[in-house]
Every structure is written in C-alpha cells, then in structure tokens.
C-alpha cells in the first residue's frame, strides 16, 4: 500500500486482470507476483478485482512443524478437485535467514497437482512476518478467489501454538494434532484450541492418538460453549485416508456460518483487523522516510536518550510529523 495509491486507468492492467478472470493462469502469477513484491501498480490491481471477490471458501490450515499440513494440504487439493471444484493454494513457507529465500517444500510436496489447469499453488516466504502469515497472504487469496478459484488453503509456516492470524485470514481453521508430539501438553496453551473451527488428528496410526483424542475432547469440554460443534477427526493423510470426512465438515462449516449469520460477523471482524494493520503499516512507512531527516527517527531517537522527551511525546511527535 503506497501513500497516495493511484487509481489511474492502466489499460494493459486491466487487460492482465481480465485474462485472469478468464483463467489465464500466467495472469494469475503474475497478479500475484505484482502483489508479493509490493510493486507500484498493485494497489490499482486491487482496485480492479475487488469487485470479483467473496466466493472463494478459505480454509486455514495450521499446526505445528511435522504434523503433515502439507500432506493434508495436498490429499484435500485432491479431495475438492474430484468434488469439482478449482482449487488455489497459498502455502507459507519459512524465510531464509541468510539469504531471505522461502524454503519451497509445499510446492515439492503438491508437485503432482501442478498439471491441473483448475489447480494453482504459490508458496511465499514470510519476510520476517510474525504469526504464520505472510503479510500480502489476504491479498493474494483475494485475487485467487477473483480469478475463480472457489476453494482457496492457506497453509500456514508452523511456527508456534498462537497462529491466530490464519483464523482472522480464514472461514474455516483446521488445527492438526499428530500423536507423540507432546500435543497433548500443547493443546493446553492459550489460543492453540480457542482458533480451531476443526481438529485433525493425522498419523492417526500412531501409538497414542486414543489419549490425544480424549484429551482435546477434554479441553473442549472446558471451553465457552460455542453453536458450532468442534468435530475431532483422524486422518492418515499419507494414505489419503479420512480426508473425504474433513471435506465434508469444511463444507458444513461453511453452511452453518452462512445460515447463523456469524459469516458476516467474522468478514467484518476481518476486515476490521486488515484495515487497522494497513494503518499501523502506512504509518510506520511514513515514520521510516523520515530516517535521517531533521526531526526525524533518528533525531527523535536521540533526544530520547538524553530523556529530553519520553516515549508518548516522540511517538505523538513522529507522527505528526511524518503527516506534515
């Protein structure tokens, strides 16, 4: 998001836009390419598909590293496409501290859907983003969904038990437990249960996955009550075994949204979130610009040193300046 984004009629970018809506897939890569890189034209690239978007069911997938998201990732691409339906992927993938690359193994995994022309997976790496998410991850699934995608997965990096930002992003989270992971001492910690729409217990040939299962039906039983019935289900994703139930249940959840209303409560709820984050975010960019310039960060930064101002007087001031 620029300062001024502009609005300005682009004829090749509506031409772009419309070969996606066609189903163009190089249109789609290269909208999102637009977006990822945060170049000039993507906020008139927004502009142009806005009106084209709120199909798409998203559906978050989160969990901790080695759980096999990306395997149950894969078997549901599988799942919707013989159900019908076009399916886009936007898998996170952790960054590269040394070199700022993704490491790519979603797309290895999903290589065998990649000859679907109903299928479109992008893996992005999280740039140092916080809480799973890359920061353009909603941006992207929008123009998925614009382009016709109608089952949109969010597969999140696995970075910790708080991922509540894939809950905010998605209709629908599936929260995966593998037993003899310590899982059961995990699914105690603040958040991890209170963001699962779903629980998928995978490698449920494992030793354990009886205790796992009466444990986290324990600790829902502790839970505010809630309308929506978290279902606790197994799956042997490897096998593609129990992945048509958790279909089903995807598919359920988003009826029971839609007919209680709670749809449109969690997209304004979302919504809400997203604009205030963008705020935060122009706000910083505009502090950043004033790096080195008089009365900028680094003076302002100095002057706290010396505790000639304080933090509410430096930040208020900052920001009034960076709005000059």
């Not at 019908?84 to 995994?109: E, Y």
């Not at 969904?145 to 949109?152: N, T």
Request: aromatic share 4%; hydrophobic share 40%; glycine share 10%.
């Amino acid at each position: 998001m620029s300062s001024a984004p502009t609005r300005e009629v682009n004829p090749a970018l509506i031409e772009l836009v419309q070969r996606g809506i066609n189903g163009d897939r190089r249109a789609l890569a290269r909208c999102i390419t637009l977006i990822e890189n945060r170049a000039v034209e993507a906020p008139a690239l927004m502009h142009q598909i806005y009106p084209h978007i709120g199909r798409a069911h998203l559906i978050g997938i989160t969990g901790a590293p080695g759980s096999g998201k990306s395997t149950l990732t894969n078997e549901l691409i599988k799942e919707f496409r013989k159900r019908g339906r076009k399916v886009g992927v936007v898998a996170v993938d952790p960054t590269s501290t040394l070199t700022g690359g993704a490491v790519l193994g979603d797309r290895i995994r999903m290589l065998e859907n990649f000859g679907d022309k109903d299928v479109f997976i992008r893996s992005m790496a999280t740039r140092g983003q916080l809480g799973g998410l890359a920061s353009m991850t909603n941006d992207v699934a929008r123009v998925m969904d614009a382009f016709g995608k109608e089952i949109v997965i969010l597969e999140t990096v696995g970075v910790g038990q708080d991922e509540v930002d894939v809950a905010k992003a998605a209709h629908t989270t599936l929260l995966v437990e593998v037993p003899g992971m310590g899982d059961d001492i995990q699914a105690i910690k603040a958040g991890v249960l209170e963001i699962a729409d779903m629980i998928i217990i995978n490698k449920a040939d494992r030793e354990g996955v009886e205790k796992l299962q009466l444990h986290l039906k324990g600790m829902l039983s502790l839970a505010p009550r809630r309308e929506w019935q978290i279902p606790i289900l197994r799956t042997i994703a490897v096998q593609g075994e129990g992945i048509g139930e958790v279909a089903d249940a995807a598919e359920k959840h988003l009826v029971y949204l839609k007919n209680s209303g709670e749809y449109e409560k969690r997209e304004k709820a979302r919504l809400r979130d997203e604009l205030l984050g963008r705020i935060r975010e122009e706000v910083t960019r505009r502090v950043l610009r004033l790096e080195t310039a008089p009365g900028g960060l680094q003076d302002t930064l100095n002057q706290l040193e010396l505790r000639q101002l304080d933090l509410d007087q430096a930040a208020y001031a900052l920001y009034k300046k960076s709005f000059e």
